[in-house]
């Protein structure tokens, strides 16, 4: 049986916590910040963690944590 392989793009967008949940950047935050207000700007520059549902999806692209 060969090695399980990390997808490597996954790898760079997801981290795992101490506590087994991952942690992803949000979206918004690239271009046509001028008509963002404040409030939206500063709610897209911090961390969340991905949803119950896509729990399953990121944990098997990344197999190795």
Not at 38 to 50: D, L, P, T
Request: hydrophobic residues 30%; positive net charge; without cysteine.
């Amino acid at each position: 049986m060969p090695k399980m392989k990390t997808r490597r793009a996954a790898a760079k967008r997801f981290s795992l916590t101490a506590t087994g949940r991952y942690k992803r950047k949000r979206a918004n935050l690239r271009h046509n910040l001028e008509k963002r207000t404040q409030i939206q700007k500063k709610r897209a520059g911090k961390q969340e963690y991905v949803s119950a549902a896509d729990h399953g999806l990121v944990a098997r692209m990344l197999p190795n944590g």
